[in-house]
Structures are given as structure tokens and as C-alpha cells.
């Protein structure tokens, strides 16, 4: 008789995890996937009052992650962006709304992020 495999599944992002991003249903993954400056906006102010924000950005520094918004910070080609503009050619003067919420990085990950 064959046996399965175990396969050991993290369940800290699961629908049953205190993570804020966790809603059960998938209605926010939209704004942590998307390229606009306010849907991002919005996944990082999420991410400031999530419990989990230490360990999400840990896992996803451990995936190499490449696209989206993960413990709180924006991945692009891999790397934390700090700023991003939005399309087209650039305003005379900068747009206060166009800012990033700063979410600090915890201090013990801050050597393993790359920083574009």
C-alpha cells in the first residue's frame, strides 16, 4: 500500500488568519495586484493596521516575490519601490494624494529587501 505524501501547507495567510488582508471572499486582492497609485494606496493603509505585516513581508522576501503589495510595501521586478507616479507625463507640482503611505520595515528584514 502506497502512502500519501505529506504536504505541509502555511496556513498564516488562510481565510481563517487574523491577516487584515483576509477577508474570505478575494474582493481585496484587486488592490494589491493593481498598477493604480490609489488602489495601491489603499492595499498599503490595509497593510499599516495588519497584525501580520511582519511575517507577510518576511514570506514574500522568502518567495521572491516579484508584482504587488505584500506586508506592506510595493514590489516591482522584485523590488521594494518607495515612490511611484502615475501615467503620462509628470505634474509641475507634486500631488500630495499621489503619496505613499510610509510603512516602516521592520528592522530585522531590512537587509534582505532590494530597493529600487
Known sequence: MMSTPRID?????????????ADGTGQLTRLFFSDDIDDISAAKR???TCPMLATCLE??????EQWGVWGGQLFVHGKVVLAKRRR?????HGR???QFPVIPIPDHLVDSLRIA
Open 9 to 21: 501547507i502555511d496556513e498564516s495567510l488562510s481565510p481563517r488568519s487574523p491577516a487584515a488582508c
Open 59 to 64: 514570506d514574500a522576501i522568502g518567495r521572491h
Open 88 to 92: 503620462g507625463r509628470p505634474p509641475k
Open 46 to 48: 490595509i497593510c499599516a
Open 96 to 98: 500630495p494624494e499621489d
